[in-house]
């Protein structure tokens, strides 16, 4: 492979990249600028009491506590898919890849939609929920399955990507030396893919804690009960108070930079682009 | 294989059934009178309009980004590659109560842009600001490692052809980025189209005016009218399908010219 071009830094050049500056600072830079300057637009301590209000506290909580559980399932749903459709051959091998992409393409509101019709009261299975003294809408359980839907195709789409391009001779090897399927995983898989999944999983993390709509069909809106984060900026923001909800968003405005930074350490690491 | 497909099936498949035989019960008819209905109309207009000019600025400006950004080396680069990740990290609620601080009449941008007539928050140019803002990573992204992979020769033999720059870009070096563009360009639409937490806080969602399909979804819900927020939600469902469809087809037609060339 030819080295990429780097073109020298004619007039044009620098043209171009003042503009491409000049748009990235108000277009990508001031929003997040914006949050921060809002959020201390009275000063710190009005700041640390909004931070520290019990129903932001509690939305934080409910938000770490959906990454808790969503992540762990959706990376080993993940690592399942991705190994399935790279290490084997197998009928329906592209519908099942298509399957893993659907829920990329779908609006969040349309998949808060199919949840309620599903287990709501009036949903397909929602009556029988109801027999049987179940609830799930409109409780932190649907919170948890929404997101879970919203972000499953994350990790696996990130692993499907890098381990079609490592192929399977490794493992074919291992077998031929009598290396059992979970040995061969745990031995010779996983330290292929370590950073990928990393990376996989740093992006799912950022989208289960920011996700909104989804989660705002099947919440409920229970004040201190199931308002993740966002749900509670929204809250705070139609009370008409703006300076508390810039302060809650303020923390999702950190996660955000947090996950940018560590995801161009990744990327410098592996030296991969991601392919969105 | 088998727990991956009862995994799929329980959170995605299932749920999607569920809205689709939900549709379904309450009739064709009904269905029909749904999506016809004036409101339901203009919320696709708005929700189209918003998303086509909001890509139209991503396919410009995510083009430039992604061109800066591999074919130049200049101090500040890596941060403003990182920078192009922000839409994708940051939440899409937070997005949308930051753009509408920035455009209302008293924010850093909207004192400047109103007085000169150029109102955006609360109108259609917001939602697609807004749209924009969430949607521009997929073009940079999709483009970028195609740049990164052009080959010098094409170039230098133009170049020593005598081609002006603007040719060489025109010529030979956007017909090698144009299906990885378009690509980008299809999923910023597509994602523009479903966009709901960063559209609401700015459009000001008056019906007829600014409200999105996605919204209308959502007061329907309110309202308990089932049926009418299944029905709105199996178009914009429809509309997905068919543009991951188109997605998946132009992505097979780059790996076949990728694999004659």
Not at chain 1, 14 to 38: E, K, N, R, S, Y
Not at chain 2, 24 to 33: C, I, K, P, S, Y
Not at chain 2, 107 to 136: D, H, I, N, R
Not at chain 2, 150 to 168: D, F, H
Request: aromatic share 12%; net charge neutral.
């Amino acid at each position: 492979m030819a080295a990429p071009i780097r073109s020298s830094l004619n007039g044009t050049a620098i043209t171009l990249i003042v503009i491409g500056v000049v748009l990235t600072l108000l277009f990508i830079a001031a929003p997040v600028i914006v949050i921060f300057d809002q959020a201390f637009a009275k000063g710190f301590a009005i700041y640390r009491d909004n931070i520290l209000h019990k129903e932001t506290l509690h939305a934080i909580w409910l938000t770490l506590l959906t990454a808790l559980v969503v992540l762990p399932i959706n990376t080993l749903f993940g690592l399942a898919a991705a190994w399935t459709i790279t290490k084997f051959e197998f009928p329906g091998k592209r519908l099942l890849l298509t399957a893993i992409d659907i829920p990329f393409s779908i609006s969040p509101i349309v998949a808060g939609v199919s949840y309620l019709l599903l287990y709501g009261a009036l949903g397909l299975v929602g009556p029988w929920l109801i027999e049987h003294d179940l609830r799930i809408m409109f409780s932190v359980p649907a919170i948890f399955l929404v997101t879970m839907f919203v972000t499953s195709p994350f990790v696996a789409r990130e692993l499907i990507t890098l381990m079609q391009a490592q192929g399977r001779e490794r493992e074919e090897v291992a077998a031929t030396l009598g290396a059992s399927g979970w040995q061969m995983f745990y031995r010779v898989t996983l330290p292929n893919i370590k950073w990928a999944l990393l990376y996989g999983v740093i992006l799912c993390n950022a989208r289960v804690m920011g996700e909104f709509g989804a989660v705002s069909v099947v919440s409920g809106n229970l004040r201190g009960q199931t308002l993740t984060l966002p749900l509670q900026v929204q809250l705070l923001y139609h009370d008409y108070n703006a300076t508390g909800a810039f302060a809650a968003a303020s923390v999702l405005t950190l996660l955000a930079i947090v996950t940018m930074v560590l995801k161009s350490i990744l990327e410098r690491r592996t030296e991969h682009r991601r392919r969105s | 294989m088998g727990t991956n497909l009862f995994y799929l099936t329980l959170i995605v498949l299932l749920p999607i059934t569920a809205l689709i035989l939900k549709t379904t019960d309450a009739g064709l008819a009904r269905f029909w009178e749904v999506i016809t209905s004036p409101r339901a109309l203009a919320s696709f207009e708005v929700t189209i309009g918003a998303a086509l000019l909001a890509t139209a600025f991503s396919s410009v400006y995510g083009l430039l980004m992604a061109w800066i950004l591999t074919r130049y080396r200049f101090p500040g680069r890596a941060l403003l590659d990182a920078l192009m990740d922000i839409p994708f990290a940051l939440p899409t609620a937070v997005a949308g109560i930051a753009l509408t601080a920035l455009f209302a009449g008293n924010g850093w941008f909207g004192q400047y842009l109103e007085p000169a007539g150029f109102k955006v928050a609360y109108t259609l140019t917001g939602v697609a600001v807004a749209m924009a803002f969430t949607s521009v990573p997929f073009v940079v992204r999709t483009v970028q490692p195609v740049i990164e992979e052009l080959r010098l020769e094409v170039e230098e033999s133009a170049a020593t052809l005598g081609a002006w720059q603007w040719q060489t870009f025109r010529r030979i070096i956007y017909p090698a980025i144009f299906p990885a563009h378009l690509a980008g360009c299809t999923m910023a639409f597509a994602r523009s189209l479903g966009e709901f937490g960063a559209v609401i806080f700015i459009a000001g969602n008056l019906p007829f005016e600014t409200e999105i399909s996605a919204l209308l979804i959502f007061i329907r819900l309110e309202e308990y009218d089932y049926p009418a927020a299944a029905a709105i939600a199996v178009v914009l469902l429809a509309v997905a399908f068919f543009t991951l469809l188109t997605t998946n087809a132009i992505q097979s037609w780059r790996l076949k010219r990728v694999v004659k060339d």
